[in-house]
Structures are given as structure tokens and as C-alpha cells.
């Protein structure tokens, strides 16, 4: 039985991509005009460092200023505008109610996501994270999950790691727990759930279907 959940944040917990979307066309100011935001959709969903390069590079735009821009817009980007995924607090109520816990395994910065949490209501529900500011390297490798792993002796068994990226399922694989895709992006790697809503992982749990 799955007791331990140990999340992604953005585009998995959270629905982040339209802000993070919005927050690149304003740091592209009059280029955002002439901008796909599907094509910035996709590009995100791949690795916001690689998304940002390949706007930068295709407007001909020096990277660090432009990821400056970028990250100042997100900043000022309301929470309450990126909302969790339907079920998701279902999903950690379950897990909690089951005497299990749930962990957060992130790139995004702990100030990001404490506000994440906190416009949300959520924060009671996770007993711990690893963001950037936590010295591990990022996803495919495994380092953040084994940290949390060893931190709160869990049993990679019983655990599952839930992602929206191909990063996530890979880092899971290498820390040797059970992998949930969210979503419809491609990915290579195979998960042990694939689901396109939290309702379906809902329902995997309490029919003890896992």
C-alpha cells in the first residue's frame, strides 16, 4: 500500500503554466505580440531554464536579462491565480487520513512555493520539501527524493513520486520508488500511473488499486 506521496510542484500541484506563460510575454514587452503562447506552453513544460534560452535565442535577446525580466514578473504574479489541481487536496487528505505523509520535491524557490501553499490553504497537508534553495542537484537526479527518503525514513515501497515532466519520472525511477505521470505532455520514460486527473489517482488509492 502507498503511504507516502512525494510531489512535484508546478504543473503538478499547482496549475503554475498560464502564470508562468504570462509572466514570459510581459518580460518580452512589444516581441510578445508576435509570441505563440502554446508554443511558450510547450517549451515550459520541458524545463523552465531550457524555455527560457530558446525565447531568448530566438529573439535575439541576452539570457540573463531576459531571465531577469522573467523572474521579476513571476514573482509579482498573484497565488490565487494558480490554483491547486482538481483532487489534489482530496488526494493528501487521503494519504494523511491513512496515517501516510506528504513530501515536495521542487526546483522552484521555497518562498515561491510557501506562497503557493499558504494562498491555497495547503500547508498543513506536507510534512516537508526540497526546493532550489536546498543544496541538491535538480531532477532527473534523484538526490532530492533519496534526501527526503533518508530524511524521513521511508520506505521507497510505499512511496510514490508524482510529476508532470519527464524529469519527474525518471528522478523517481533512479531513487527507486513508484512514478504517477500527471498529464498529457510526451515523455519517454514510463510510469508506474498514468493519469490525466487527480480523480483517477484518487480512486487508484482508495480502492487500493496501487
Not at 72 to 95: R, T
Not at 103 to 128: K, N, Y
Request: some cysteine.
Amino acid at each position: 500500500m502507498i503511504t507516502d506521496l512525494i510531489w512535484d510542484a508546478g504543473g503538478t500541484l499547482f496549475d503554475t503554466y498560464p502564470a508562468v506563460v504570462a509572466s514570459c510575454l510581459e518580460a518580452l514587452g512589444p516581441l510578445a505580440e508576435s509570441t505563440d503562447a502554446d508554443w511558450l506552453m510547450e517549451l515550459f513544460r520541458q524545463r523552465t531554464s531550457y524555455a527560457l534560452r530558446v525565447v531568448a535565442e530566438t529573439y535575439d535577446l541576452e539570457v540573463d536579462a531576459f531571465t531577469a525580466r522573467y523572474r521579476d514578473a513571476y514573482a509579482a504574479s498573484d497565488p490565487a491565480l494558480q490554483p491547486p489541481f482538481p483532487f489534489v487536496a482530496d488526494v493528501c487528505e487521503l494519504i494523511v487520513a491513512r496515517g501516510g505523509r506528504n513530501f515536495i520535491a521542487t526546483h522552484r524557490e521555497r518562498a515561491s512555493l510557501v506562497r503557493l501553499l499558504e494562498a491555497h490553504g495547503l500547508q498543513s497537508l506536507f510534512t516537508d520539501c526540497i526546493t532550489k534553495d536546498d543544496p541538491y542537484p535538480r531532477k532527473p537526479d534523484p538526490a532530492s527524493i533519496l534526501a527526503l527518503m533518508a530524511r524521513h525514513d521511508l520506505d521507497p515501497r510505499r512511496c510514490l513520486a508524482i510529476g508532470d515532466r519527464e524529469l519527474d519520472i525518471v528522478a523517481g525511477v533512479r531513487a527507486g520508488v513508484q512514478t504517477c505521470f500527471f498529464g498529457a505532455a510526451d515523455h519517454e520514460t514510463p510510469a508506474d500511473f498514468e493519469i490525466s486527473g487527480y480523480d483517477e489517482l484518487l480512486r487508484r488509492l482508495r480502492d487500493g488499486r496501487e
